[in-house]
């Protein structure tokens, strides 16, 4: 079958499964193979974690654009549009360059199926599409974000990356990638890969895990931690800080986000850049401009005077939302925009929120689809947690209305899905065209 259309593309995508069983990396390296091994155009950095991958991946893009150098962005998931898992230099890919890659990609997956061989997966189609649209446009290096796990992850079929980083890691996936931090660390130092360095965050319990197995793979290993990192200035304009780091030492870096958390995230990013110094040309200003001009969607992102996304959805998120809320709570009135999918620990969530934050107004709203939590559950257990302005509205566009409106000239938080953020941003964009 021809695809004539963008669209009739992205709808045959969204048609294949997310949630199967993975296809093994055997498969993937197959299809590649067939493909003509796109990815032996480019050099490639292998992000995984639970918490920060996609921020740090941002991070090293734009340094690296910064440096001169063209860069590939491959994350997930996307927000509004599917072309957001695919970067050119932090720009999403056209759309005929999108329906390009699919088409080669459709033709693999008749050819496959045809052969008795399995359909790739919803990942394993866009992970192919990406690794033909990169080698397509030219690019010098494609940093790259696993998508659930790593060490049987997609992406773990590129075999030779430059550089293996692992961000936060925490409680999240359990079904798929185990019940404990240690289990799930195991998982994610998957995607090591024998005298590669590895940069990771050593801040959680589980990280000897990480340390054990680049020992045992014979990978150079460096550990950042949040004493490595002083802040120097946390504004509603974004976060100042230096790093331990000698090479650094003298340099004060700005992000523009407002959560603590992406500090180390930049850290992580940085110390990936000193790790890999005998393979770019660069300068510290480079870095520090790159830094501060990283765009990253849904991660405590300002989207209006005010009005920040975050795409907490997870135990570490929620903590980690809470850190951020809190500190600007003595200055400012809370408004919280909620919701929540019905795989995810969301009464925890709320709990956690109530007990740590002033919330001056709370509306819940719900995601429609087979994982909904109706708003007035949502509703229901932010009043049994001691809020008292508390406003249910299932339609999105009417609750963000709702609290836009509650807001007044405090802080609006729009938290507990990336699929909320996605409406919310999609909302705003609309509002902006209209």
Known sequence: ????????AVAYIDETPKFTTKNSLEHTR??????GNPQDSFQVIHVAGTNGKGSTCAFLASMLREAGYSCGLFTSPHLVKINERFQIDEIPVEDKLFLQA???VKELA???TSQGIHHPTYFEMLFLMGMLIFKEAGVDYVVLETGLGGRLDATTSIENPMACVITSISMDHMEYLGNTLEEIAGEKAGIIVPGVPVIFDGNHQAAQVIRDRAKELGSPCYE???KDCKVLENTREGIAFSMEEESFKDTVFRIPFVARYQVMNAALALKTMEVLRKS???TTEDLRRGIARTRWQGRMETVLPGVIVDGAHNEDGVRRFVETAK???EEAKITLLFSAVADKDYPDMIREICEAIRLENVVTTQIDGYRVVPAEDLAEIFRQNGCQNVTAKPDIPAALEEALERKEDGILFCVGSLYLVGAVKGEIRRRAHD
Do not use: A, G, V
Request: glycine fraction near 0%.
């Open 102 to 104: 699919f088409q080669r």
């Open 224 to 226: 950042i931690c949040e």
């Open 110 to 112: 008749d050819e496959l």
């Open 327 to 329: 500190h600007f709570q």
């Open 1 to 8: 079958m021809i695809f004539l259309n963008y669209e009739e």
């Open 30 to 35: 197959e299809c590649l193979r067939r493909l």
């Open 280 to 282: 770019f040309t660069y």
